[in-house]
DNA sequence: ACCTGAACACCGTTCAAGT
DNA sequence: ACCTGAACACCGTTCAAGT
């Protein structure tokens, strides 16, 4: 048995079971079970439940974001990920809650986030005039956690998203 | 011994244990240590750790935005509530992050905000035209809730939510 | 190197027994 | 009504023992 098959077969599981119920759905018992494993196995290839949720989360946060949909605007664009990404909202609590304790939860965060900041910045860098594009990316992604953090309807995210994009850019 | 006055003790140190290290750092032995009760006693006041917790994060969230400073602005007594909610980080993730299992940390959830949110739109009042003070408050609000679920510094949740107001709203 | 199964520690929750 | 102390269940983690 391949090591890196291994922990691929075990990812894959656990980005399952994370999108499904989160962090405390997760268990090493859980993971050992559906792989038929005894739980002990596990720790063989991750060493405690933060780097095997760290490691599930940033899987299924990579699945959600795979394969975009052509959209003509950057606006549709935008929505589109952040919809992808309030599928996995109770990831990302339990990821900026967990980033207080666990090292490697938090530098997992940074970059996701920095990722995604990246990416939004690319996108408003065509609607936002440059001296304002650092303020106006940097509100937006603060604005997108907390839209991220909310239980709120598609709707209602996408109703906010839009007045804000439309405050702070041009069409 | 008074029954309002004993969970007034458990809930007084619940807040301040909450306050310093979160949920986690929340558990019945802690508080029964605290008090040199058993730990099976609590539960005759509290039947569920999410109750405890609820009530704990309450108190502590009613503690930190009590005794506001007179301010001149509406910005500054904003960013004054703000930064006063940001200590309580760790509160405010979490309680996102449980709503989801307990309906009883939704209702409290659901309860503040919509105290806090009213709090904003009354400040908003005044400096927003009437037809665009509900989509304004929204978009602030859910912006607050992004700006208390990340890790910033003080210097740059204030920049970022007066970057954002003066965008919305008039001097 | 990889796995098992038992063991330990901690904690939420329950409960029989006391006052 | 309030409290104690033991018990149970579950889980993260460790580890001696196996292959």
Known sequence: VDRAEKIEEIVAVGARVVAAGGYEALSFSRIADELGLARGAVYWYFPSKDELFAASAARAIDAALSHPPRLRTYVARIVWAVEQLSTLR??????????RHSGRMAAL???IQGELRRR???ELQSHVATDRLDAVTGVVFVFI????????TRRDRERHLRFLL????DS
């Open 90 to 99: 109770a990831v990302h609590t339990t990821l900026q809650d967990r980033a």
């Open 109 to 111: 965060l940074e970059g």
């Open 120 to 122: 939004l910045s690319a």
């Open 145 to 152: 956690q907390g839209l991220l953090a909310m239980p709120l």
């Open 166 to 169: 439309a405050e702070l850019a």
